[in-house]
């Protein structure tokens, strides 16, 4: 048992022994390391701040970017010709650290001295881009020379403020103030007032009203003035084969080139004073003026030129008034609105004239007298003690020379009525021309004499029916009707005859 303990004993010795010898390698080695460890984290540190102040160092190395436009146009507005942007992918720019300063001469050789504000007028100018510099960018400047050109003005944008048009005066040329508000549409608004557009001459390309080819305006040597013309320059419509010559050319004259500028123009009808010269007529039931002649003002026509007048199928002239024609009995003017035209006579153009006046008229009046007619009354009768039949007649007009037209002309009526002899007896009596009137027409009466009978009532079988028709409105009456025939008692005898022959021929055959 002693023995056992013993080894016990020595066992638990040996392992504390052992412990110890593990453990206090381990705690130097873990102090030394802490120690170890702090010496290298303070490395770390300072390596930490040299890369952060190389950082710094490298962004304080950065260049800001300054670009400037290429040569510009006049455009009426302020034109900023330089800008100072970031670098690529650096932060951005302090703009209170930029500065863009303009000096320069401009085209109307007025010196812009130097401003911070951008110039607007053509010229030359140098521009200074400055940046003050700060902790990411360092400080820079540039300077460059830029030119802003002035505005192109095309010739085809020329315009007047009305239409280019004058009278027919025989010649192409420009006559009095027919050229109104030359302008050219690419002037910047504010610059209109100040800008004005001459020119030497001008001409028409025809001096007809029609020509063969569309007329125009062609104004020579067109220049430009006003206190802002030295922005604008003329240039004919070339752009793509615009050489450098050209430009330069152009630049030089800055406002001061001439052009021939062709612009759209008319010539216009020259008004001639037209009259009629009508005639006299009897009346036909129209308006219408059947012959007729022109009289010409030749005051109204160009010297050396000479003019007549056509007519065509729709010359209709008429007697009244402007706009109301007349038909009636009566004087009046005469008028024609179309169908005619005026020709030109050795060389001249009728399409060059025009009337004054629209519709033509006469000067004097003319007359249209009532026309003759004859009314002849028809036979007409009654019954004793019967009313008055209506009184009938027949009207023949005078149409050419010694030919004559039944009736009145086309619409036109007799008024009132025809009347006989006062009378009851049986008898003959006399009809007279009555109430009948038309102010169109001197009426003449056929005799009348014995025209109306009253017969018997014991002969008034053997008498004419007197139911005669009658028309009022046209006031002819139809003509007198034969007395009828007995035709009823004839074929009553010839039946009678018939009937007995059958009968006595019956009777006779009978008896042989």
Not at 242 to 259: A, C, H, I, L, R
Not at 375 to 400: C, H, I, M, N
Request: hydrophobic letters at 35%; charged letters at 25%; aromatic letters at 12%.
């Amino acid at each position: 048992m002693k023995k056992t303990k013993g080894c016990g004993l020595f066992l638990s010795l040996v392992l504390v022994i052992v412990l110890i010898a593990t453990y206090l390698p381990m705690g130097i080695f873990a102090e030394e390391s802490n120690e170890s460890n702090f010496w290298f984290a303070q490395d770390d540190a300072d390596k930490s701040e040299v890369t952060i102040d190389q950082s710094m160092m490298a962004q304080a190395a950065l260049t800001p970017i300054i670009s400037f436009s290429n040569d510009a146009y006049y455009n009426g507005m302020p034109q900023s010709l330089a800008e100072i942007k970031p670098s690529i992918g650096g932060p951005d720019v302090n703009p209170e650290l930029v500065k863009i300063t303009y000096t320069g001469t401009k085209a109307n050789k007025e010196l812009y001295l130097e401003s911070i504000i951008p110039p607007t007028d053509a010229g030359i100018y140098t521009v200074v881009a400055e940046y003050e510099g700060d902790d990411i960018y360092q400080s820079c400047s540039e300077t460059k020379e830029i030119k802003i050109k002035p505005a192109e003005l095309k010739l085809t944008d020329f315009f007047t403020e009305k239409p280019i048009a004058k009278i027919y005066d025989g010649t192409t040329d420009v006559v009095g103030d027919i050229i109104i508000g030359l302008g050219n549409t690419k002037v910047v608004n504010d610059d209109v007032d100040d800008v004005v557009f001459d020119f030497k001459s001008a001409s028409f390309l025809s001096k007809d009203v029609k020509s063969a080819e569309p007329n125009t305006v062609t104004l020579k040597n067109v220049t430009i003035a006003g206190n802002r013309s030295f922005n604008y320059v003329l240039v004919e419509d070339k752009d793509t084969n615009k050489d450098s010559n050209q430009e330069k050319k152009v630049s030089e004259n800055s406002g001061k080139n001439t052009f021939d500028v062709v612009m759209t123009a008319s010539i216009l009808p020259k008004p001639v004073e037209v009259f009629l010269l009508g005639q006299d007529k009897v009346y036909d039931g129209n308006s219408k003026l059947h012959e007729c002649d022109f009289d010409i003002n030749s005051d109204d026509v160009i010297a050396g030129e000479e003019i007549g007048i056509f007519t065509t199928d729709d010359f209709n002239p008429w007697y009244g008034e402007e706009e109301r024609q007349i038909k009636n009995v009566g004087e009046y003017n005469v008028w024609a609105s179309e169908g005619f035209y005026f020709y030109g006579i050795n060389g001249a153009s009728g399409d060059n004239y025009t009337t004054k006046n629209e519709p033509i008229f006469s000067k004097e009046k003319y007359s249209i007298t009532p026309a003759s007619v004859t009314v002849v009354p028809s036979y007409r009768f009654k019954v004793e003690g019967a009313e008055d039949p209506a009184l009938t007649y027949t009207v023949w007009r005078d149409q050419s020379g010694d030919e004559l037209a039944e009736g009145l002309f086309e619409g036109d009526t007799l008024y009132g009525s025809l009347e006989r002899e006062a009378g009851e007896a049986v008898g003959k009596y006399d009809i007279y021309p009555g109430s009948l009137s038309n102010s169109n027409y001197y009426i003449s009466f056929a005799q009348g004499e014995d025209k109306f009978e009253i017969i018997e009532k014991d002969k008034a079988a053997a008498s004419i029916d007197s139911s005669v028709y009658y028309t009022p409105s046209t006031g002819v009456g139809e003509e007198e009707k034969e007395p009828p025939v007995a035709y009823f008692g004839i074929a009553l005898l010839l039946l009678l005859l018939i009937v007995g022959g059958i009968f006595f021929g019956k009777n006779r055959l009978t008896k042989m």
